[in-house]
């Protein structure tokens, strides 16, 4: 058997097996079917009464380890929450400000007492430095 003729074989090979489906879907609820292959990929639509049948199709490599993932977390058993450094950090900044912004009852009361008697204070002074 001549080098070429290998290459021939091989070259047969890798065709059909980029181009046989190896994945069939359908979705019950609309009636879609989605075929795959390696190097292409095809979605078929319902057909109505009087209307064309829908076709699409997708050229490019698609890898059968590959997942489809369409609603990762609707049927979850757990929930998962990722967090960013920048999330947590916006998170603690803004909840040091909302308990800077809340005064206690508590506090506002001395507050206010100090206040008052500062501005007794500078009053007293101004009224002695005008004497």
Do not use: C
Request: glycine fraction near 4%.
């Amino acid at each position: 058997m001549k080098f070429s003729n290998v290459l021939k074989v091989f070259g047969a090979a890798a065709l059909v097996a980029g181009l046989t489906p190896y994945r069939i879907t359908r979705d019950e609820e609309t009636g879609e079917k989605k075929y795959r292959a390696l190097l292409w990929e095809a979605t078929t639509g319902s057909q109505a009464e009087g209307e064309e049948k829908d076709l699409s199709v997708h050229l490019g490599f698609f890898s059968p380890t590959e997942k489809d993932d369409e609603e990762p977390h609707f049927f979850a058993d757990e929930l998962t929450v990722e967090y960013t450094k920048e999330e947590t950090e916006e998170a603690e900044a803004t909840e040091e400000a909302e308990q800077e912004a809340v005064v206690e009852p508590e506090e506002a009361e001395p507050a206010a007492a100090e206040a008052a008697a500062s501005e007794e204070i500078a009053e007293e002074t101004d009224q002695e430095t005008a004497e």
